[in-house]
């Protein structure tokens, strides 16, 4: 069983099983991984906690999609990094550039990703899942802020109106909101207005999924719920006042957990790559009858909803 990856006129097939009723997407992003001769490796070890998270996750996770800012600088030797740890991934890995990424490179080392190949653009879509999926680049090379350009304006409308029946994701680098923190939003993504009237004008589109800012945010955009999944490296102050300029703090590396059903829709996850320190595993005497006390609850939740 496998499922299809379109670019342009081209289909991949993929390893990967069809999920028929429900999966699981861990959306990882803004990895920023390093050379291994760098002082400080930090986002690389985390990266590979992550991965095995994700490789015993319980139920067993479908699909990674790394959402851009794959490497710090782009260079070749980070991409080999990120292909080593990549390799230890059970679930197949679907990757797009962010702005600290550089297709060339990308491409030279992750040469087995076909999709990827011959193309001005990393745009692409996976089809037979039973939710359309649809991966967006908004990488400007060697500039911080993203962009829809025409013809990717021109291709994501396409492919919109070709799937106008199917619940849709989109998946992309740069968020097309602001978000509160004023220096991130000055490196924003243009051309957003027009993608705002496209996007409302559908009403099959589940989610818009991004990265960019280092942190977990929720909004309702264009009609639709729109995401940022935090880093799985390092995340950016929560500071709308604008006094703590490119702070970077000290909470904990993360990745966004997607649970699709066909009866519940989509439902999107935050899940922390450790523990907390004051974690404490708690032990409750006589369980049993808590769980009938819950399994009554629920049957009789379920009989009213009926
Ligand atoms: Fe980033």
Not at 100 to 106: A, C, G
Not at 231 to 250: M, P
Not at 262 to 269: E, I, P, R
Request: glycine share 4%; proline share 4%.
């Amino acid at each position: 069983m496998f499922f299809s990856i379109n670019h342009y006129n081209q289909i991949f097939h993929k390893k990967v099983p069809i999920m028929k009723k429900e999966f699981f997407i861990a959306q990882i992003s803004d990895m920023h991984i390093v050379g291994n001769e760098s002082l400080n490796i930090l986002n690389n070890i985390q990266l590979e906690k992550t991965i095995k998270k994700i490789n015993k996750f319980k139920p067993k996770i479908d699909l990674i999609v790394a959402t851009g800012d794959l490497t710090d600088n782009g260079y070749t030797n980070e991409y080999k990094v990120l292909q080593k740890i990549f390799s230890k991934s059970v679930p197949d890995v679907l990757m797009i550039p962010g702005n600290h990424d550089k297709r060339k490179n990308l491409i030279k080392i992750f040469s087995n990703q076909e999709y990827l190949l011959n193309n001005k653009f990393f745009c692409y879509t996976v089809s037979n899942l039973p939710v359309f999926l649809i991966f967006l680049d908004t990488l400007v090379e060697g500039k911080p802020g993203g962009e829809i350009c025409k013809e990717r304006f021109l291709w994501l409308k396409e492919r919109l109106f070709q799937n106008k029946d199917k619940p849709t994701i989109i998946f992309l680098h740069h968020p097309p909101f602001n978000c509160g923190i004023w220096w991130m939003d000055a490196i924003g993504l243009k051309g957003r207005k027009e993608l705002k009237k496209l996007i409302e004008s559908y009403t099959n589109i589940e989610a818009i999924l991004a990265g960019h800012i280092h942190r977990s945010i929720q909004k309702k955009w264009a009609g639709t719920f729109a995401h940022i999944a935090p880093s799985t490296a390092h995340q950016i102050e929560l500071d709308i006042s604008g006094n703590k300029f490119l702070h970077i703090n000290d909470e904990p590396p993360a990745f966004s957990l997607h649970h699709w059903s066909a009866d519940n829709g989509l439902t999107s996850h935050i899940c922390y790559t450790e523990k907390s320190k004051s974690y404490v595993n708690s032990k409750i005497k006589d369980i049993n009858k808590y769980r009938e006390f819950f399994i009554k609850a629920k049957l009789e939740l379920d009989k009213f909803e009926k």
